[in-house]
């Protein structure tokens, strides 16, 4: 299902049309950033790590129930834009974030919001695993805990169990959930922590690079996994493997030296591109 709706150009200009793009360097996003029925919204989003600008004047909706994958060069400002979602960057001395993002209407940079429960409701997994240094069961329930969602102890196991079954990790491990989290395999470990992010029911769910350091197997079932999270979830995934955005993503976005390029469906992207820079990046040419 196409969650696209006609591009609206941003303020700086954005070219629309692909026969002016070729050939030509950045000079304004291009593609159907907007989304009918967007979960978050982003308008105009530059991050500064002190005097210098890391990403320039990003637009981009993420819609209910898909995946948007972020693709580009090392160092492009994918990852940086992804932990903007959840005010990751807080935590980075020197980091400025300007522009607007939005979760369901609600602006997430409000000096009045408290951002524990909004890293609930915009979860991360990281590139490396990294499960807490507690049993199975403890690392699940631990979010739960925190943020009060379950009453009792039955409560708790059920949604542990839940949480396991989602993340396709329940048959492994229900006969050691007194076990370590560290004590699994890389790949288990990562579901472990996709179940650790589901247990506090977010709306979005965001990953960075979650199968760089896992085996090709492993990132099969990562990548089953995505795609059926997706139905209760949205989910933005920064990613190096072209490959793999193009088998979990149902819409992919382009970054290069801070801007947004092109974003559009991801058949589109990968054999249709419309600009110059993101047919070079997808061809091999650089990159």
């Excluded at 990403?55 to 834009?81: H, Q, R, W, Y």
């Excluded at 403890?138 to 396991?164: C, F, M, Q, W």
Aim: glycine share 8%; with cysteine; hydrophobic share 35%.
């Amino acid at each position: 299902m196409s969650t696209t709706v006609e591009a609206v150009a941003p303020d700086t200009g954005a070219i629309t049309s692909s026969e002016l793009a070729k050939g030509r360097a950045f000079e304004g996003t291009i593609g159907a950033y907007t989304v009918a029925d967007a979960r978050m919204v982003c308008r105009g989003v530059d991050v500064y790590y002190d005097d210098k600008q890391a990403i320039t004047n990003v637009s981009l909706d993420i819609a209910k129930n898909e995946v948007v994958s972020m693709i580009g060069p090392s160092g492009c400002g994918k990852s940086t834009f992804l932990r903007c979602l959840n005010r990751m960057n807080d935590t980075i001395p020197g980091c400025r974030v300007t522009g607007t993002i939005k979760l369901d209407g609600v602006d997430v940079y409000d000096r009045k919001l408290d951002v524990v429960p909004l890293r609930a409701q915009v979860g991360m997994v990281f590139q490396k695993p990294n499960p807490f240094p507690k049993s199975i069961y403890e690392n699940i329930a631990y979010g739960p805990r925190i943020h009060g969602i379950t009453n009792n102890k039955a409560e708790l196991d059920e949604l542990v169990e839940t949480s396991l079954r989602k993340a396709g990790l329940w048959e492994e491990v229900k006969d050691r959930l007194a076990q370590p989290g560290t004590g699994l395999s890389g790949g288990q470990q990562q579901r472990l922590c996709i179940a650790r992010t589901i247990s506090v029911s977010p709306e979005v769910i965001l990953m960075d690079e979650p199968c760089s350091a896992l085996d090709p197997i492993a990132t099969a079932k990562i990548e089953e996994l995505i795609d059926e999270l997706r139905e209760n979830y949205s989910i933005a995934i920064v990613t190096h493997s072209m490959q793999q955005a193009a088998r979990v993503s149902q819409r992919t976005a382009y970054f290069h030296l801070g801007d947004l390029v092109e974003v559009g469906e991801t058949d589109q992207i990968f054999t249709n591109p419309h600009h110059k820079l993101t047919e070079d990046y997808i061809t091999g040419r650089f990159g």
